[in-house]
């Protein structure tokens, strides 16, 4: 039998606690899992720092990962019948799901926007380079491997196949709404995927939705934007973040400035002078940031050891609302204030947006780019989801920003000029404070 | 106000999947979680390598003692007007609720055994030594600290104070239970908490329960036997175990070996040499020791390369059962035909045997010694649970011992000696194979 | 000791699926509950004829009264320290949260539209006539009874407690969302009550909601949306809705006939002459209902026989789609025809409406008239929850209606005129069936 | 297409709070679901008179047969490719799961008693009668009805069959502990029946469990231990059933002495005599027990109105423990003391009996007998339960049996004669109350 057709002897479980358990049946997909590449998004956190503020979640991308490839699974076996699938197309769909996050790396938000890197252009590295992964995919077939790169990068011509991988309704989504729920503990996050999985239909190129399943899509998307508002973007998470940013910014600095480290940044050497290499990539886990951060709190450079003290000991920054378009002039006389206070502003006065589109049917160029959602009415027309629900007509399209400001508060207890650190006070919370 | 009564402006809650929230009122609480000692724990896993079967069981041991707290609270919450306790007695419990783990270090348990450790006695060293937690304490009240270890020392003379925290039916157990099943995503560990809560009653010397509420212990004393067989000794993480502390045995070796470290132990150091200081016990968390593995796999040595790459990629050892009484000469023939085969079985022939108590009521000496669970009678008088259970009668004192033979498999396709490999195999699987 | 303050020797508890228990400290409550009138709620069903579309809502008015009244027990425990409530103030919040649906009869709904009655005019009989629960209420103190029918009458001039029964946020509301999702079975209905009574706040004349607390309002909200539409409007209940009234219309009608019923409908003539007595009404429960639907299946009125059979079998009528505006014509047409055709379109052809408000700050003079949901800011303010949540601006004040034509599908296949039946076939489902 | 293959156009499910969509493809059953005898369990309930106790367990007969349906299909979905089972055997199947209780009556536990009857004859006689049911299993094939009827009793010679309906881990079983612990909200009865599904092998004559599965199993036998003595057996239900009894009791006796009903008990008559038809039976729901019962509060007879006042009010009996072995000599007495007091023994002092058997693995010619469970070894060979599980065989073959002493306490107080009611309550209560 071809390695493509190959099954386990006896099926393999997974106990999940979000699907139950998750099933196994092909060797491909067993084999895949047990490559080092996919091994180490064990020790890459699914949500971040957000365990600083939930501390439930502390779940893995390998984790999240396998309850992809588990709904895609289920999705496909709900098709059988109503799709000319052959068992190559159903292998391409399960790869391509357990692996669309292969390329994270720890606190991925963050290193991306320091270092402008992107985690896609190294899922597709993995897939395509020397790894263990592809060696896998390639003895499917000789293409097989770009077949899967290109389905996750949504250029593969299939685009059925692309939809149940990233749309609005995709497995990514409907697997980490529910299990951020689950290990956060908020009660958020609950919709009844089970009845999305049966009125889930594929046609020529997308996978529509009955519309007698509408009410669900809409508990879906209402899920999809509590979860954003009330922990994806939770801004003591973002406090963390904004550390984090901030001591990558640091690190690299000084590296710059020749700065003599007593524990030399060598796995980050390759980020810092923009020219990261697999190799050293896939290297880079949260263990080894954490090992850093952990020595680096005795580095001489005070700003550097503060920082990273702050996020270990979760020490953070407090907040407030901040305006950009009204309060531009009290930032920039922070700034001044914070400067005079002796407190280096580009390190300890962030301004931090988050901002969040709950549904749009069409925006085309964004970064976010995804299918709007089709209902397939009874009388078989096809109709776009705004259209029909009032619910989601309502947010469609919405976008919301948030903007804060993050700051020590504890510094300003040690400034010594008692009238400076009125106005810094008086800026930040008003005079009542 | 004396800071030991001080009360937060507000209460703050902890979003906890387990208890739904954790609530603290007291500053002193809320002091203790933002120290470093304690913030640490985030980076310890509850469960050790427990992840590597449950995908799910990432949680930390700062989640569980902030759960153990959180029944505590609840506890005594119940008890009011049941008890003389004034409010120093109740922040007593609290406290050693939530510091009762305290000493905990990463894979505690093979820790302990390689390096002849005891957590506990980092416990007790946080709490009275030169720590951030201390000075807390202290600031409660001179001998605060002092009691608070004595607490969990199990030492202290309110015996009824010590038995919320460890009995047969304590805190501790309560929390642990139903959160390494919730992490896990089994369907064990699930019993009425809240019913076994409201059925606790303080005696003098320690916490009774109303035999009306016998069926929901007989349920909470299942739940752990099963707890223990479906997932604390599951084979495949006692395999991630093995060779873990097999890792940790040959390091030790190496270093006494003076071999050349391409990356120095010097985290270990301590460890090896037998004389670990309180500073350097609290930097080991989880972070640094996968470091050092993945680091390690690099080494020249090839033993310590083969093992970290086995643990950092999950490329387990296989088991078979293992009979002490029978098969000692089975053994015996293995290890000599490992030699000959050219694989160390000081590494890599492990007897590994877990054994289980699920409830006792009298076992003066043993090790987890804990006190027997009493039932409240309708008549007033006391009756040992087992003696009115027909259920924990038939468990009782039942120890149950499981050993097993833990080898890579993987290793013995390579042996090029055919008959070799036959006879080891045979032994291994019996002729059938 | 005064009767009110009367305190139960051991707390008594009930087992309830959705708040775990329900707790009774106080000897009025435990009274109340032991009396005819609030066990006969035992007999009527929660959701009426839903247990027809979803098996599992067979939950009776029993349930949902225990449920406000723990709703209220709890937020009263967290308003301590809040208000400067007394203890008799407490007991009449509980008393009313107990006592607020007793008037409900089996299938109210239907009842109250053919038989022009008013629930909320019997609860208000039942607490001031001659009853069990009026003797028990006296004895709290003279008056108290008439302020606990003013509570639910919404009379009552303290407006915090009237809030807490009826607003748009109230523990009746609450309880039932949640217990209606549980024994449906639905994944709706699932909002973090726990989080909303810790942000709920007391202040002068209502109960207002601190602002940090608006998603899980938001959340609740939408739920409230989605049960309607998706249990609460389910068109199959309706159909058996639409049967249960034409039952009861032609029973009535053929009583004014002078029919002679096989079964005489003594329990009904009260209902039929609109001269209902509370011993009659209170006699009426399920029970008596389905004991003369049963029987009447063997009437020699075909009407009325045919329509029992019915709903005793769930042979129900299906439905279109109707649109009052533009389809009356085609109705009147149908009405016709179906006359032709010799089925009655008083009985046979009926179109039902339903219709939601999910949230409106303002609408006086309305039937369902609430109060606003108002947000305590930081600042002190309180904001109308509308104009600061976009998800409930959306949604706020939109009332949508869906009309259904209901008819017995299986009567057209018995029409003998193939002409008349292609008719009125084409009419129902257009020309493509 | 024969009848018996006949597909649904689109699959119809039905919500399901326990197992969340019980799903139907079959014409069969679903032409099954929907005859009035089918339709007629809706209206019995579960549990009989546990809602009394727990409020929430209002579930039906209806319910839990579809539940019982769902999971056999389930198991025979999880069995293809390991049997060579037709559809025709499939179909077997699932009409029995689906039709196993039809001929549960109301409270069928009182009624069997006092009238000697069987809900198994008149389960045999629906399927086998003039009956809807029968003509939708007559148009399958022939002989159907008849093979349907000897697998639900038990006589079909396909032993394996047979033993998914009604072994010791039987469909049946399975369905009744999840379905009653979700209703009634307690924890127990939860156990991973997911995973025994997975694990379960057909062999020749029997469902055999892979022994990988013996921990779910004993899970399994726990939360049937749990379930009787929790919830099944609970003293509050157990008094309701008594009171019950005893008004079939005394109802039967005035019929039979010639009393003049205020309300014949038309209903009853064949009951009385002893001859009851199928159509009478099918008739008896609980609306008419309960329009009866609420009727005969007004009979002259006291013991009667009495009885039906207490019943329909919930003014139980109370309990105390009762050894027959040693105080029958009490009992005696207290019957006499009674008689002297005016209060009726036959009536107002019983004594009521539950007894459990929680596994068993062999004990022919018993009540219940079932078969026992098989656990498949490794190595192929067959081990029973309780030879492998330590925590089975402690508890198998052990009866508990549990002696209660009804009586209705308000009367005792009544008693004019003192030292009369002072003795009864020193017998009953002991002397210290």
């Not at 580095?299 to 953070?316: A, H, K, Q, T, V």
């Not at 005079?340 to 962030?350: F, N, Q, R, S, T």
């Not at 397939?376 to 804060?404: F, Q, W």
Request: charged share 25%.
């Amino acid at each position: 039998m071809a390695y493509k057709d190959e099954q386990l002897h006896e099926e393999k479980v997974f106990k999940d606690p979000v699907h139950r358990y998750v099933h196994v049946r092909d060797r491909v997909i067993w084999d895949l899992i047990a490559t080092p590449e996919f091994q180490r998004l064990r020790r890459i956190k699914q949500l971040g720092t957000t365990n600083i503020t939930f501390h439930g979640a502390e779940h893995s991308r390998f984790n999240h990962s396998l309850g992809v490839y588990e709904i895609v699974r289920r999705i496909i076996n709900n098709f059988q019948g109503r799709t000319h699938w052959n068992n190559d197309q159903r292998l391409l769909c399960m790869c391509a799901a357990l692996l669309h996050d292969l390329g994270h790396g720890p606190f991925s938000h963050s290193f991306e926007k320091v270092f402008k890197l992107d985690h896609e252009h190294f899922t597709q590295q993995i897939i395509l380079g020397d790894t263990f992964v592809n060696k896998i995919l390639q003895r499917v077939s000789p293409g097989f491997a770009q077949e899967v790169a290109d389905v996750i990068a949504k250029t593969h011509p299939n685009k059925l196949v692309v939809s149940l991988i990233s749309s609005q309704i995709d497995a990514d989504r409907m697997d980490y709404l529910q299990r951020d729920a689950y290990f956060t503990g908020v009660s958020y996050g609950h919709f009844d995927m089970e009845r999305i999985l049966r009125v889930m239909r594929p046609i020529e190129d997308q996978v529509v939705i009955k519309s007698s399943g509408m009410h669900a899509v809409e508990d879906y998307i209402m899920s999809r934007y509590q979860m954003y508002w009330q922990v994806y973007f939770h801004p003591v998470t973002r406090s963390a973040e904004v550390i984090l940013t901030k001591i990558l910014h640091r690190a690299k600095h000084l590296y710059e400035s020749d700065y003599e480290f007593k524990l030399q940044p060598t796995h980050f050497l390759s980020f810092f002078t923009g020219n990261v290499s697999l190799a050293e990539y896939i290297k880079l886990d949260e263990s080894i940031v954490h090992y850093y951060f952990q020595a680096w709190q005795e580095e001489e450079d005070e700003i550097l050891s503060d920082l990273c003290e702050r996020f270990m000991n979760r020490r953070l920054f407090k907040y407030v609302e901040f305006n950009p378009n009204k309060q531009i002039s009290e930032l920039l006389r922070l700034i001044e204030l914070f400067k005079k206070a002796g407190i280096d502003p580009e390190y300890y006065l962030v301004v931090d947006s988050s901002s969040d589109l709950p549904y749009d049917f069409y925006r085309p160029g964004e970064e976010e780019e995804r299918l709007p959602i089709h209902l397939l009415m009874p009388n078989g027309y096809l109709k776009e989801l705004s259209r029909h629900s009032d619910i989601v007509e309502a947010i469609s399209g919405k976008k919301r920003t948030d903007h804060k400001l993050y700051f020590p508060k504890d510094f300003l207890f040690t400034i010594q000029d008692e009238q400076l650190a009125t106005e810094i006070t008086e800026i930040l919370y008003g005079k009542e404070m």
